[in-house]
């Protein structure tokens, strides 16, 4: 499936470099993040962590959609309340929030709304979502944790475009690989969840 995802999303892209002009610029904004663990076992809060990059987005003229690329340096973690277990506590380990720093490379497919009778020069919603492809750069040195070289998410949410050039966004991220394990205990791993909240300027 993600296959024929990867290959639909580049067939858009070539259609639509034939007839649009390519607009980047840069994005920056937050992640409300906290990890999902396989077992509820550790007790965690959410982190409010940052995110910047560049982004670039292909319409198809007349009809609305088309697709957006990012590349970004993204942090998000969660508060982790080792020293409640334990396992742990014996290994002098207490509550530490863990932060994940990610090269984070986001592909969507989106649906602008630019058939409004002018009104989208002022404002034009839109809605995207695709795969997200994070490259784990570093954790916070924590002796309880490992992390993967990679991992893999879905996000979607929904967004205006202003004056044709800001954009504001908002949506949601589930990962559907781990991308933190303990180290002591087998199969105990979590996944990243939480919002994003991104404003960008196209040139």
């Given at each position: 499936?993600?296959?024929?995802?990867?290959?639909?999303?580049?067939?858009?892209?070539?259609?639509?470099?034939?007839?649009?002009?390519?607009?980047?610029?840069?994005?920056?904004?937050i992640?409300?993040?906290?990890?999902?663990?396989?077992?509820k076992?550790?007790?965690?809060?959410t982190?409010?962590?940052p995110?910047a990059?560049?982004?670039?987005?292909?319409?198809?003229?007349?009809?609305?959609f088309?697709?957006?690329?990012?590349?970004?340096?993204s942090a998000?973690?969660?508060?982790?309340h080792?020293?409640?277990?334990?396992?742990w506590?014996a290994?002098?380990?207490?509550?530490?929030?863990?932060?994940?720093?990610q090269?984070?490379?986001?592909?969507?497919?989106?649906?602008?709304?630019?058939?409004?009778?002018?009104?989208?020069?002022y404002?034009?919603?839109?809605v995207?979502?695709?795969?997200?492809?994070?490259?784990n750069?570093t954790?916070?040195?924590?002796?309880?944790?490992?992390?993967?070289?990679?991992s893999?998410?879905?996000?979607?949410?929904?967004?205006?475009?202003?004056?044709?050039?800001?954009?504001?966004s908002?949506?949601?991220?589930?990962?559907?690989?781990?991308e933190v394990r303990?180290?002591?205990?087998?199969?105990?791993?979590?996944?990243?969840?939480?919002?994003?909240?991104?404003l960008?300027?196209?040139?």
């Amino acid at each position: 499936m993600l296959k024929k995802t990867l290959i639909s999303l580049a067939a858009l892209a070539i259609a639509a470099s034939a007839s649009a002009e390519f607009r980047w610029g840069p994005t920056a904004g937050i992640n409300i993040s906290n990890m999902r663990w396989k077992q509820k076992l550790l007790q965690t809060n959410t982190l409010v962590g940052p995110q910047a990059g560049l982004m670039g987005e292909i319409m198809i003229p007349g009809i609305g959609f088309g697709i957006d690329l990012a590349l970004k340096y993204s942090a998000n973690g969660s508060t982790l309340h080792f020293g409640e277990h334990e396992v742990w506590a014996a290994d002098g380990i207490g509550t530490t929030k863990v932060w994940v720093h990610q090269l984070q490379i986001p592909l969507n497919l989106r649906f602008k709304w630019t058939r409004m009778e002018g009104v989208e020069q002022y404002i034009a919603p839109f809605v995207y979502g695709g795969p997200v492809f994070n490259f784990n750069l570093t954790t916070t040195d924590c002796p309880a944790i490992e992390h993967p070289a990679a991992s893999f998410a879905i996000q979607c949410g929904i967004g205006a475009e202003l004056f044709e050039h800001w954009q504001i966004s908002g949506g949601y991220l589930w990962g559907f690989s781990y991308e933190v394990r303990t180290i002591k205990l087998d199969n105990f791993s979590a996944s990243q969840r939480g919002w994003q909240v991104n404003l960008t300027y196209l040139f």
